[in-house]
């Protein structure tokens, strides 16, 4: 707990940091914004994020919910307004090199204007990308099974103050209207905080689930941030959550979840079972190689988030087999979704928020 108290006040420098450059670009082109009240105000919001998050268990649900809508704006408008600095830096370096300075000074206002205006409409963009979740088809054929089954896979749900009531009542009810055999969630339903999710009541529409094979989920990263995951599988009932577990769902398909790679005392996965179709589910993309040797033919994972907005996005391709997206390994079919909610800002650019329907088909004779 400390150590996530910790992180959430380093980020509160570094955004200050971020606010500190923005203060200083816009208060260079537009001089009504370089009084030292602008200053202040800039650096009091680069507090909300973490206040958010630190005073969770403090504090009332709503104001908590305000201050994590205006700290996850404020976070991302600090960080592009501090990439928009270093621009504005060179730019500056250039005409002082050059004797350009006095037209430097006559472009600073277009400039201002121009990078307030981009980053409005990037904010609007990625509001749109992360709250509008699309329902992503994929197919796979299958010469073992013996009738087509239909996968729901929605991972990285992340709810708190963020994403609450209202979200995850019209998440429930896009889930229930696909119709699928079996859903599957693959870890991180909850942000970090279940006392929270607990009193905002945004669990309780999951209990309205419907899936005929049943509706099962693995545990992520943020499920062990300040819970009790045995309190979390009990308020998401009828959701089965699996650590480390394997069961069969049809005669024909077995089903392994696997509890998560950086709190499971078990990291290696166990071997397939002898069922013609054998599905695992693995919150980190952390163990795909293996998945394949122990003989499964359907890998699902999440955590990812694709890096959920760029530059985040060239980090995570690096990090990861595959950050996001489908790709074979050998007879197994690996696929890497980027979650249908979204970490710390309501905001998404270079990945959209999804739910996979993925249809198993069998392959006749």
Known sequence: ??????????????????????????????????????????????????????????????????????????????????????????????????????????????FGICSLTAIVCLLLYGTYLALQIKIKNVIIPSAVITADIKLIFATDIHLGPLLSKKYSRRLVQQLNSLHG?????????????????????????????????????????????????????????????????????????????????????????MAAAKTPLNILIDHEPLRIEEAYRRGYDLYLAGHTHGGQFFPATCVTNRLYTLNYGCRTFGPMTAVVSCGCGFWGMPFRLGTRAEILCITIKAQKD
């Open 1 to 110: 707990m400390h150590n996530r108290r910790l992180f959430f006040r380093n980020i509160a420098v570094l955004t200050a940091i971020g606010s500190a450059a923005a203060w200083l670009m816009y208060g260079t082109a537009f001089p009504g914004v370089s009084s030292v009240l602008f200053l202040w105000l800039f650096l009091a919001l680069s507090a909300a994020f973490a206040v958010s998050h630190n005073a969770m268990d403090n504090l009332p649900v709503l104001p908590i919910k305000i201050l994590a809508w205006i700290g996850g704006y404020w976070l991302i408008f600090s960080l592009y307004s501090f990439l928009l600095f270093l621009l504005f830096t060179v730019s500056f370096l250039l005409s002082f090199l050059s004797g350009m300075l006095p037209q430097w000074r006559e472009w600073l206002p277009s």
């Open 181 to 269: 055999d079996i859903i599957i969630f693959g870890g991180d339903m909850i942000d970090g905080n279940l006392d929270f999710v607990l009193r905002d009541k945004s669990y309780a529409a999951f209990r309205r689930l419907e899936a005929p094979l049943g509706i099962y989920a693995v545990y992520g990263n943020h499920d062990y941030f300040f819970s009790d995951i045995q309190e979390e599988a009990d308020a998401f009932s009828p959701i089965r959550f699996l650590r480390n577990e394997q069961l069969s769902v049809r005669e024909d398909i077995s089903l392994t979840g696997m509890d998560d790679y950086l709190h499971s005392r078990a990291k290696a996965v």
